[in-house]
Every structure is written in C-alpha cells, then in structure tokens.
C-alpha cells in the first residue's frame, strides 16, 4: 500500500500518530526545504491538505487499476487488494474541515507558515513567497475540480462483473459518494456567496440531465446544510433565498418527481438506473428540499405556488411518495412535511403582522388620514392564503387517509419503518389542520387520516403508537365520538406490559421498565386528560366499570395489572375529576362560574347548562365513592400483594384526598383511610427492601404510601386519631429505625420526613395531655439514632482510614435532625391556632423535645458542622427555636441557638471552601432579624425606659442580634463579596433596613476598624446591578428598594440620623444610579427584572427634587443606549415628566435628599 493510504488505513485502525498526522495536515502548512523529498533547497516547498488529497486520489486511482487489471487477467483481484470504501470516506472527512476555509483564510496560513520558517526569510523572497501561495491556491482549484469530476461524471469509475467476481470502484459507493458531494459543496460555500451561486445557476442548472442524480440532490442538499453553519460566509442564507426559485422548479421539482416515478420500478443494474438507486435519490432529493425550506423559511404553500408556475404539482409527487416502500423515502418525506407545514402555522398570524404595521405606518401621519385600504388588502390577503393552506392541508389529508389500507397491511406483515413514517406523516398533517378541523370544512375528508391513526394506536410498537397519540392531541374535541372510540384503546396501553413484570407474552416489546414508566407518567397521562375532557362522564363510567369488574371477577396473574391501570386512568385525570365531584352539592352560582369558565377554554362550544354540569358532578360523586368502597371490601388485593397496584392505589388516594374529605357520602372517607392504612402496614413490612420488582420502580409503595397518608391526614387529622391506626402508624415507624444500616425503600429521607409530618399532624389532634408521651414516643427512635451514629464518629475518629465511613455517618447525622425539625415545626403549625389561648401547653412538649437532642446539636455543630447538608440540618432546628421563642418569655433556649450559629459561622469564616454553604445559616439570621428585630432597634435607640420588666430581655435580644450580624458579614468580607452569596446577603441587610436600621447603620465591617457594613453593602449592591447574575440584579435592586422606601417614612429625633447616614452615602451614586437604571431597561436588562428597576426608579425619583430629577432623567434618556429616536425619546421624557408631578415629594433632613 503507497504512502498516504498508508497513513489512511493506520488511521482507521486508531494509530494516534497517522489521526495526529491527518489532524494536523487539514490544520497548518509545512514547509520543505530538505533535498530529501527530491527538492531544491533554493526553492522550497510547502505541503499541506490539498498536496496530500492530490497524492492520495493518484493512489487510489492505481490501487483500483492494478486490482482491474489483476481481475482482467486472472478473473480474480489480486489477495493483497484493499476495500478502500472507508479510507475514501475517512479523507473526504478529513477534507473537509481543509474545504470549510475561504481562499483568504488559506493564503493567510501559507503566509503564517512562510513568517515562521527561518530559511524562507534567509533565502527567499517577497517574489517567491507570492509563487508559493499562487500555487497553494491553483492546487486547491485542480483538486477540488477533480473532485467535482469524480462526483459528477460517473464514466470514470471502474465497474467489472464476470461469473465467478465483481469489482467497483469505492467512489462509486452511495456513503463514500455523499461524503465526496458535502465535500464540493463545503469548497463552493467557503469561497463565497457569488461563487456557489455560479456552482448552482452556472453549472448544476445547466447541466442537470447529464449530471448523475444521486450527486446533484446530494450536493443541493449539502449547499443548504453548509450555508445555515455558523463558519459559513455572510450572506451565504440570503443567496439561498435568491437561487431558490430557479433550483426548485429546475433541479429539485424534476428530480423529485422522477426518482418517485422510478422508485418502486426498475431492475438492479448500473448505479443510476436500479430500483435502490431511484429511492436513494428521491430521499436525498425530500431531505434537500427540507434543508431549504427550513434555511429560507419557506413554508409549503411557497414550495407550491413555485411549482405550479412552472407547470409542476408538488403535491400531486408528495402523494404519490405516500406509496414508497423504502422507509428511506417515508423517512425524509415525513421530514420534509413536518418542516413545512410547522412553517404554514408560524405563518398563520401574517394578518396581525400587516395589521400592526399598516397601524404603525398610519399613526405618524394625521390622525384623520388612517390607511383604511391597507387594512382591508391586509385583511383580503390573509384570507386568500388562508383558503390556499386549506386547500393543500385538505390535499394531503386526504392522501394520507387513502394509506388506512396500505397500513393496515404493513401493520400484519410487521413492517415498522413505513407505519412510523405514515403516522408521522399524519401527526405533523393534525397539527397543521387543526382551525380546518374545527370549522368542519373538510366534510368527512379527515375520516381516512382518523381511521388511520386509530389502527397505529393499536400498533405494538411505541415509536409508532406515540406519535399517533401526539396526533389525537390535536384531534380530539367535544363535537364527535372520537374519544369514546379511542378510551379503551389508551386504557388497554395503560396495563403493564407483561414481559416486563416476568410473566409471558405475545410479542417482543421495544422499551425496557424505566420507559414505559416514562411514556405512561408523561406522554399517556396528557392524552388522557385531554380525553377526559371531551368526555368527562363516559371516561369516569368507564374506569370505575373496569375496577367494579376486576375487583368481582376470578383473579388470575393479569388482575392485578389491569386492576392497577384502571387506577392509573382515575389518578391521570385527578387535579379535574376531583373539582368536578365536589360540584355535586355546590350552589348554582358555583355551578354558573363553572359553566362561564368551561365555555371561555372552548371557545367552540356553545354555554354549557348548569343542570347538565350537575348532573355530571352528581355522576362524578356516585361513581368515585362507588369505587372507594367497592375497593375497600375487595378480599383479593391482600392475596395480590402486588407493589405496582398499592402504588397506584395509594396515588389514587392521595391525589383525590380533597374530595374524600369533602364528599357528603357515608363512610367513604373511613373506607379510604382503612385503605391508605393498609396499604401502609403492606408497604412497610413485604416490601421494605429494594428487591425484585422493585428495583424496577421510579417509586416505592412505602413512598406512596406515606405520601398519601399525610395528604388525607392533612385534611382530616381527627379522623386517624385512634389507637388502631395509631398502633399502625408506630409500627411503620419502628420499621423505618429497625434496620438503621440498610438503605432499603423505607429508609429514604423525603420518605421518613413525610411520615414523620403526618403522624405528627394525628398527633396534634389527640387531647392535649397525651402529646408529650406521644411526640416523646416519635422522636425517640430518631434521638436514639443520633446518639448511636454520635458513638460510632468518635470510634472512627479514632481509627485511621475510615474518613468515608465518618462521612457517610455525619450525614446520616444530618439527616436525623432533619426528621426531628420537621417533628417540631409540624407540630407547631398545627396546634399554635388551636391553642393560641396557652401557650405553655403548646410550647411545653415542644421544649421538652428541644431539651433532650440539645446537647447533641451543640456537639455537632461545634465539631462536625463542616458540609452543606449538617449547616442546612443545624439551621433547620435553629429556626424552630425563633418559632417558639417569638412572644419573648425567655431568651435562654434562644441564646443558646444563637451561640450555635455564631460557632457555625466562625467555622464557615475560617473555611472559604464551606461559604458556599452558609444560605441555609444566612436564613436563621434573616429570621432572627425579621422576630426580634424591632426589640433591638428600641433597646439601641434608648427608648425602652418604660418597658422596664422586658429591659434586660431586650438587651440580651440586641447584644446576640448585633454579634450575629457581624459574624455573618465577617464571612462575606473573607469571601471578598462572593457573587455566589451576596443574594442571601442583600436580602438579610434590607430585612435589617425594614426592622432593626439603626442596629445595621452602627456595625463596623472589620473589628477594630472603622469601615461600616452599611456602606460596604450599598456600594456592593450599586455595582451588582451591572452583573450577569439575575438572582443577584434582583436582589440588589431590591435592597436599594428598600433603602430609599426608608427615607420617605415619617421622621422622629433617631430615625433623622439613619437618614442622614444614608443620605451621605447614597447621594453620590443617585445620578449614576437613575443612569443605568435607564440605560439597563432598553434591553440590558433581563425581562425577569424589569419589575424591581421600575420600583427603585419610582423610589429614587421620590426623594429627589423635581428639577434635578428632570435633569438626570433627561440625561439619561441622551445616553446612546437610547436608539429609539427623538419621538420616542421625547415621549419617554414626557412620561417621566408626568409621573414626577404626580409623585408625592416627602421632605428628608430637613429637606429634599438631593
């Protein structure tokens, strides 16, 4: 093998020298100046991709020929002959990325390599330098000219067939082929616009009957792709525009309709005359058209009314491709129509388009001069072409409809490719016609597209099924039966498929667990709705006739399954099912709001009847606590011991626990929660461990179960306030903390957390003197385990090499607290309305609570409070401390809390690495602030001499605010203003602005330094209005809000002196500020905070005066980044003008701010 097929074939191999080389080649140019290469040292050389191509075509070309000549003599090709199909493929590749640079780009490289050769400027010359570019370029042109060759003439490649062997040439393979086109068609967008223009208009156009179709749909096609690259040259996408008329009715109109006429004729001979050949250019010729429509944004009606100014139907072709048998052809045509008809409904707002702009033009001439006419021709052309988009809508509807029969027989004979492709055909065909559907125009035409779409509905393959229901999405309404007609359908696709759960079946199916868990959650569910909609009684009949059924008839190993479906279907349509059944005894003005609101989402429809909307609910009612009951007394789901049914069931039960606790039917809620119960105690002792079946679920029982129980508890606490259930919700809670080591279902965190939160809440509906032994009972297995995991750390801290086993237990750690603050803050917000009245009783267990893990959380945090999870944990209980302290009895357990976080926060400060973690600390302090703010705020001031029972609280309240403050800000200032952590810090300083001012203006940023945290923080603010960073804009922004909101408050002797502290700082940033205010809302700014600069705005503009706010606006409206024009400025200022004499002024400091 020669040389460079050499360093090809070793390529294809994966030698890391031969890619190197090859990389580096289509890169850069060498240059040669040794006598090895046969050269003369005086006339160097460079060598580059164009030198080694040209090498590497000779070397084929006489590969090919001495393997044509070894078949000649010997009827045999020679053993050591290479298949060089991949290295062809391998160097138009490589090629590539050599064609993608223009000839200026190329010339610059050369020119690049000459500065860098130290011979060149010792022995050459400006003369020859301009010789070896010249030459660069013309061997680029003799390269990419026999390329063009070997593309587009056909006789030259080698094609031998005897008896017994055959051999081709590999430029005459279709793969090597494409690559070689894409090849021509980089090199001709590299080198301008004008220049493919003359490849297209000067050489294709002309000369299409005698060029090689494959080629010339392969090229065309390649033009588009290269043209919409980022690398492609400006104006590349508006020559397309230009040329697109002249190529579609002269190139890809002719091409398109004979490869069709020829793709299901023709015997296998020559390349270029064989059925295969037929279909490969007419796939390649759709896929073109489809590149150039969506590179010119061209729609299917241009695509028409160009063709049928040339004497040419295109859709006429597009029907009779229908027919194909190659999925290659399907493929690409269903490509193709998806393309253009999404761009004939982008265009459908064209009428409001012309409507707005003829508006526009008439306003800036006299107002009794409006363009009536341009108006109505606006109006006239939008209807002209919307009755032109029917009418090729209808075209292809109706030809998609006559393949029901077509279909059918490719559904028997298991044919995938082409059923997907004509669904896909009809899916894009729904979506373009909806408004023609829904103005009943089509008089039964959609009938055949319909029937269609049912039958793949049915097809045992998702990627065909799916897209038929995408299809009904836009389908189905309230006018036919087409929703009945496919319910039992989507219910049957609802079942679990069998070969999935181990049991057996009929047919292969092509998706593993995790996908069908996938389709059914999401793709299903939204069909389901939307069917639900359009037939709200018959869907709720239906499903509660399928669980009445399953539930009374002999089980078998399939009950379970479509048991479990049947809920799937009820539980799809909760969020609607459930409002509509508690309609049932709702007032007629209830029942007339609803009416008003379905007809206002159905424009369509006429106003519904209220009586009609009763009875439905009254169905809703009926049929739902039917099958609560129903279900509550089937013996068979304890033998099923199925997770997949309880799972359900507890969906089922959860999301409809608004209306269990609503319904006036006796018993159905006690039967729901004997369910959820059960379903509980199940859950929590067979499948507790991930294993089996359960490894194949998104979610567990037990996760379903727990969350159903708190979403029926939450509604109704007293209704599980019995020992019974009592008895079982202890148990399952003991389950979860009797295997503390193993990480099965039951030991998830939000699982635990969830549980702990509803019994917690049955808890607080007991009688107030058994809630200490009972939350003492709750909480006791989670203090247990804090202590044993508190044990095994100090034994690893002890033993070498267990870091990992440490980790993993202080966040077990971190995890326990969790539970126990969710204990307390639940229970908390369950009673403190209840017992408002005591708060003694409501806070004693609480505290007795807090008293016992006490000790342990300040271990931790002093200790091991070194990742994000244990300082969230920590914060969490921190919180709940304020919670239970904000009517300030005693500020002892407070204190304590406050010692915590200060430790928390020396630790953070002392380790930048953890600052990334504080938000979750940040936010105790914020509350910290927000409960006990003001005391500080009167102690500071002085002005508490009256309160002198509550004096010394409010010192100690003003002493521990003060030093949280400022161990918070010590951390911002040694993370130098982290960007990451100044949201939570602008929200902390502007609940100290609202509640404790004067506090937050007299702490100094450096201990024993003068710098003020107030200053520090508004200057930092000032300059983040500028960032990238929304949250941090927004949080600025607001903090600057609130500051100058302050200064409008009504004054006294204290407050004077905050403001003239703010006054000094504030003032010399106030133009500057109403500056990129101004400059950040004509399109700096983000749209999401739009909202907060207009507020600041308003609340700057407040405390300046008059005249200098028309200054400073006027200035701001002159800056550049206000190009909207003179009027618009003017109308700006004239708004401005008008809302700062509607603004009220309030006097600062003894006068304006400014």
């Known amino acids: 093998m020669d040389q460079a097929l050499s360093i090809l074939d070793r390529a294809l191999k994966g030698d890391t020298g031969a890619l190197t080389f090859l990389e580096r080649t289509s890169a850069i140019y060498v240059y040669d100046c040794t006598t090895n290469s046969g050269s003369d040292p005086s006339r160097p050389k460079i060598f580059g991709a164009w030198d080694f191509l040209n090498q590497t075509l000779h070397e084929i070309e006489r590969h090919e020929a001495m393997a044509l000549a070894s078949l000649s003599n010997t009827s045999m090709v020679h053993k050591n002959f290479v298949v060089l199909d991949p290295h062809v493929q391998l160097l138009a590749t490589m090629a590539r990325r050599a064609a993608r640079r223009s000839s200026a780009s190329d010339r610059r490289l050369v020119e690049v390599c000459l500065s860098n050769a130290a011979h060149f400027h010792e022995h050459g010359s400006n003369e020859y330098g301009h010789y070896l570019i010249e030459n660069n370029q013309q061997m680029r042109n003799r390269v990419m000219g026999r390329i063009a060759t070997i593309t587009f003439d056909f006789g030259n490649h080698v094609h031998v067939t005897n008896s017994s062997h055959s051999f081709s040439s590999a430029f005459l393979n279709p793969i090597c082929m494409d690559n070689l086109c894409s090849l021509v068609a980089t090199n001709a967008i590299a080198t301008g616009p004008h220049e493919f223009s003359s490849l297209v208009l000067g050489w294709i156009v002309p000369s299409m009957n005698a060029m090689p179709p494959y080629s010339v749909a392969s090229v065309v096609y390649h033009l588009a792709v290269e043209a919409l690259a980022k690398s492609a040259p400006r104006g590349s996408q508006d020559m397309l525009k230009n040329i697109f008329d002249p190529l579609l009715c002269k190139v890809i109109a002719p091409l398109l309709q004979e490869s069709v006429r020829n793709s299901d004729n023709g015997d296998s001979e020559m390349m270029g005359c064989d059925r295969n050949n037929n279909q490969r250019v007419a796939a390649m010729t759709f896929k073109a058209l489809e590149k150039w429509c969506s590179a010119i944004s ?34 690409a045509l269903s490509e193709f129509l998806e393309t253009t008809l999404r761009k004939n409904i982008n265009h459908q707002p064209t009428f409001f388009q012309e409507l707005a702009t003829a508006t526009a033009i008439s306003v800036t001439k006299d107002m009794s001069s409006i363009a009536i006419p341009d108006l109505v021709r606006a109006e006239t052309e939008m209807e002209s072409e919307m009755k032109e988009r029917e009418s090729i809508v209808t075209e292809l509807i109706s030809a998609i409809g006559l393949q029901r029969f077509r279909f059918g027989a490719r559904l028997s004979s298991g044919d995938l490719g082409v059923c997907r492709c004509l669904v896909s055909i009809a899916r894009s065909l729904s979506e373009a016609s909806q408004l023609v559907l ?59 498929p069998p070969s999935l759960v181990g049991l057996s079946s009929g047919y292969d199916l092509d998706m593993d667990f995790d996908e069908f868990e996938r389709f059914r959650e999401f793709h299903l569910n939204d069909i389901l709705c939307i069917c639900y909609i359009n037939c709200r009684s018959y869907y709720i009949d239906s499903c509660c006739m399928a669980v009445e059924e399953f539930c009374t008839m002999a089980p078998n190993s399939h009950t379970p399954f479509q048991l479990e479906a049947a809920f799937f279907c009820l539980s799809a349509v909760s969020f609607d099912a459930s409002k509509r059944a508690l309609l049932a005894n709702a007032a007629p003005r209830s029942l007339e709001a609803v009416a008003k609101a379905s007809s206002s989402q159905l424009p369509e429809t006429k106003k519904l009847d209220i009586n009609v909307i009763a009875m439905d609910a009254a169905n809703h009612d009926e049929k739902l606590a039917r099958c609560i009951l129903l279900l509550s007394k089937c013996n068979m789901i304890p033998s099923f011991s199925n997770p997949f049914l309880l799972c359900q069931i507890c969906k089922l039960l959860g999301r409809y626990a608004n209306w269990l606790s609503k319904t006036n039917k006796s018993g159905v809620f006690d039967a729901a ?60 809670w003991l389950y979860v903390y009797s295997t503390p080591g193993d990480k099965g279902v039951a030991d998830n965190i939000e699982d635990r957390i969830t549980l702990c939160a509803g019994i917690t809440k049955v808890i607080s509906a007991l009688p107030h003197d058994k809630w200490s032994h009972s939350l003492s009972n709750l909480v006791g297995p989670t203090i247990d385990r804090i202590d044993r995991l508190l044990t095994s750390i100090k034994d690893d801290i002890e033993r070498p090499g267990s870091q990992e086993s440490l980790d993993t237990r202080v966040i077990d750690i971190s995890e326990e607290f969790r539970v126990f ?59 709940t401390v304020i919670s239970l302290h904000c009517d300030g009895r005693d500020s002892a357990l407070l204190n304590e809390a406050c010692g915590i976080a200060e430790s928390v926060l020396d630790s953070v400060s002392s380790e930048q690495n953890l600052a990334q973690n504080i938000t979750p600390l940040i936010e105790f302090v914020k509350e910290m602030v927000e409960s006990f703010g003001h005391r500080a705020e009167i102690h500071d001031a002085k002005a508490c001499s009256h309160l002198s029972s509550s004096k010394s609280y409010d010192c100690s309240i003003q002493i521990i605010t003060e030093k949280l403050l400022k161990k918070s800000f010590y951390v911002l200032q040694n993370n130098q203003f982290n960007g990451d952590v100044l949201p939570d810090f602008f929200s ?160 600062c400091n003894n006068g304006y701010a400014a």
């Open 438 to 496: 829904r103005s009943k125009k089509l008089n039964g035409i959609e009938k055949g597209m319909i029937e269609l779409l049912v039958k793949a509905i049915s097809h045992p393959s998702r990627h065909v099924y799916s897209l038929a229901l995408e299809a009904f999405a836009f389908l189905l309404n309230q006018d036919d039966d087409l929703a009945t007609q496919i319910l039992p359908i989507l219910q049957s696709k609802a079942i679990i």
């Open 298 to 331: 061209c729609g299917m009606k241009k695509v028409r009314d160009v063709c049928l100014n040339n004497n040419f139907d295109i859709i006429e072709v597009i029907s009779d491709s229908m027919y194909s048998d190659s999925e290659l052809v399907m493929d």
């Open 673 to 732: 929660a004997g369910l959820v119960m059960f379903c509980f105690k199940e859950s929590a002792t067979k499948f507790g461990k991930k294993a089996g079946l359960l490894e194949e679920m998104s979610t567990s029982p037990f996760a379903e179960a727990t969350s159903a129980l708190r979403s029926m508890i939450t509604r109704s606490p007293q209704r599980f306030a019995n020992d019974e259930y009592l008895t079982i919700l202890e148990s399952g």
């Open 821 to 879: 603050a969710c204990i307390v803050r639940t229970f908390h917000e369950a009673v403190k309305s209840q017992y408002n009245f005591d708060l003694d009783r409501r806070h004693l267990p609480l505290l007795g609570l807090l008293h016992k893990v006490w000790p342990s959380v300040t271990h931790v945090a002093r200790t091991l409070c070194r990742n994000e999870m244990m300082i969230s944990s920590i914060s969490e209980i921190l919180l």
């Open 988 to 1147: 902390l300083s502007q609940s100290c602005i609202r509640h404790c001012p004067s506090l937050f203006m007299s702490l100094d940023a450096v201990p024993n330094q003068r710098n003020n945290i107030y200053s520090m923080t508004v200057k930092a603010a000032i300059s983040s209005i500028t960032t990238r960073q929304i949250d941090l804009i927004r949080a600025s922004l607001l903090y600057l809000n609130e500051i100058f909101i302050s200064l409008t408050l009504p004054n006294d002797s204290h407050e004077m002196s905050s403001k003239r502290k703010t006054l000094e700082i504030i003032n010399p940033f106030r133009s500057e500020l109403i500056q990129v205010l101004v400059n950040g809302s004509c399109g700096i700014f983000p749209r999401e905070i739009l909202d907060p600069v207009g507020m600041l705005l308003v609340s700057i503009l407040k405390t300046t005066l008059p005249n200098e706010s028309e200054q400073l606006c006027v200035k701001a409206l002159s800056s550049d980044a206000f190009r909207l024009g003179d009027d618009a400025k003017k109308r700006s200022l004239g708004d401005l003008t008008e809302m700062l004499a509607s603004l009220n002024h309030p006097k």
